[in-house]
């Protein structure tokens, strides 16, 4: 199989779930892997050099200050390299064969970007994916939100169904968003004036003004921690 694919992870103080995240994508190494790409956001805790020390064939991008999620991966994207470009969050674990799954969903469907089903630590499904911004949008996202956090059997089954059907969507998570290097270069990469947050769904939409689709697919299930950088200063890096 061709190696297609490039994995960008921006990190911003979040060296062991980064170190844990590369263990998972190194443990079962996709098969269109061409290579990854760190990003340090100007960390502090010693990521850059753990990833050097530890992951010799990681390539560390590593900056003076933290300049955002959006900008951090803009510096990754506007270089040349593989067609496909996954931006992948610091505190996500990837079980096997989930980003080739994901990357074939995309390439079989024709779709600009694509983002897979992300579950918590305890395997619960996150919602990543949504309508565009609107107020009835907001709405019925923070309504399905809040059933997530729901402990009852009911609301549980409620949002696995949401979250068990492949399609078409306004926006997928940025924690995991796979997409055609050539779109998200024409779209202009993220808006940098988004430090962190909806930037993704600011993209999805330059990529579906394009005329490209945002495909959402259960078939690859990503686990995204979630927060960890977020417990760590405001302004951090990851979405």
């Not at 991966?73 to 931006?87: E, H, K, S, T, Y």
């Not at 610091?90 to 995309?106: F, H, K, N, Q, W």
């Not at 990543?128 to 709405?139: H, I, N, R």
Request: a neutral charge; proline letters at 4%; one cysteine or more.
């Amino acid at each position: 199989m061709t190696r297609d694919l490039e994995v960008v992870i921006v990190s911003y103080n979040t060296s062991d779930h980064l170190d844990a995240c590369l263990e998972s994508i190194h443990a079962a190494p996709p098969e269109r892997l061409s290579h990854i790409v760190v990003v340090d956001n100007g960390s502090t805790d010693g990521s850059a050099a753990r990833v050097r020390a530890r992951w010799s064939r990681v390539h560390v991008v590593a900056l003076d200050a933290n300049i955002g999620f959006g900008a951090a991966n803009n510096i990754a994207l506007r270089i040349d390299g593989p067609p496909l470009v996954l931006m992948l969050n610091s505190d996500t674990r990837v079980p096997p064969g989930a980003i080739d799954m994901l990357a074939e969903r995309l390439v079989e469907t024709g779709a600009a970007a694509a983002g897979p089903r992300l579950v918590d630590a305890q395997g619960r499904p996150e919602l990543s994916f949504g309508d565009m911004l609107s107020p009835v949008a907001e709405l019925r996202q923070w309504m399905w939100g809040r059933l997530a956090r729901q402990r009852n059997s009911t609301a549980r089954r409620l949002v696995a169904k949401r979250m068990a059907t492949e399609r078409t969507v306004d926006w997928v998570s940025g924690a995991c968003l796979l997409g055609r290097r050539e779109s998200l270069q024409a779209a202009g990469g993220f808006d940098e004036r988004y430090f962190m947050y909806e930037e993704d769904v600011d993209l999805c939409a330059s990529l579906r003004a394009q005329g490209g689709t945002i495909l959402y697919t259960p078939r690859a299930e990503i686990v995204h921690v979630r927060g960890a950088s977020t417990k760590r200063a405001s302004g951090a890096s990851t979405a």
